[in-house]
């Protein structure tokens, strides 16, 4: 959730706790039961028990929901120059066959989410990687990230930056061939999300 969404739903819920409060205190007020209070007060007391009642519950039910959210962000970028509003461009040298890239993956939200989730990034019939790494496997036409490798042993939340480098081959001598590759999230699992632009590859 964007941070306009996240202040928009926050309003939101606060109105719709003070008009459910509101009503409440009018049709159900339990301190219009003690005769030494006049109607008002009883009201004023009994919206402020109300709303603050309603708030605890729902602040409740939102760390409940938000710890069992879990996102993964995927980076890729050039060399030392990294840059998460880009979409990199991995040039492959058509006379040696390879070239490097280097992928950024950010970790946040809950442990349990995060190990089940199955990424891999699929490449053409002229792209593929030699990659045999504990983060990341080359098979089939696929490059296979394992995240339990970077996630600890550990914990219900967790944050973790790792940096990786991926080598990559080329099968074709063709300069003209170019493709833009993004890793995809096989398990999608409620409240788990993936955000990655990918790169571009081209032989050179």
Request: charged share 20%.
């Amino acid at each position: 959730m964007t941070r306009g969404w996240k202040t928009f739903a926050i309003c939101l819920q606060t109105i719709a706790l003070t008009f459910l409060a509101i009503w409440v205190a009018n049709h159900f007020n339990i301190f219009k039961s003690f005769n030494h209070l006049t109607d008002d007060q009883a009201f004023d007391i009994g919206l402020a028990a109300y709303l603050a009642i309603f708030e605890a519950i729902a602040s409740y039910a939102f760390d409940k929901i938000e710890s069992r959210r879990a996102s993964i962000v995927m980076t890729f970028y050039n060399n030392d120059n990294y840059n998460d509003g880009n979409c990199p461009t991995l040039l492959c040298d058509h006379v040696k066959g390879v070239g490097f890239l280097k992928c950024r993956i950010t970790l946040d939200g809950n442990v349990e989410k995060l190990r089940k989730a199955d990424i891999e990034l699929p490449l053409s019939n002229w792209l593929s990687s030699q990659s045999q790494l504990p983060f990341y496997t080359y098979s089939n036409g696929y490059l296979k990230f394992d995240l339990n490798s970077i996630l600890p042993k550990s914990g219900n939340e967790h944050h973790t930056v790792q940096d990786l480098k991926i080598s990559f081959s080329i099968n074709s001598g063709d300069t003209t061939l170019e493709s833009t590759f993004a890793p995809e999230l096989i398990n999608r699992g409620f409240m788990l999300k993936l955000e990655s632009k990918g790169f571009r590859a081209k032989i050179k």
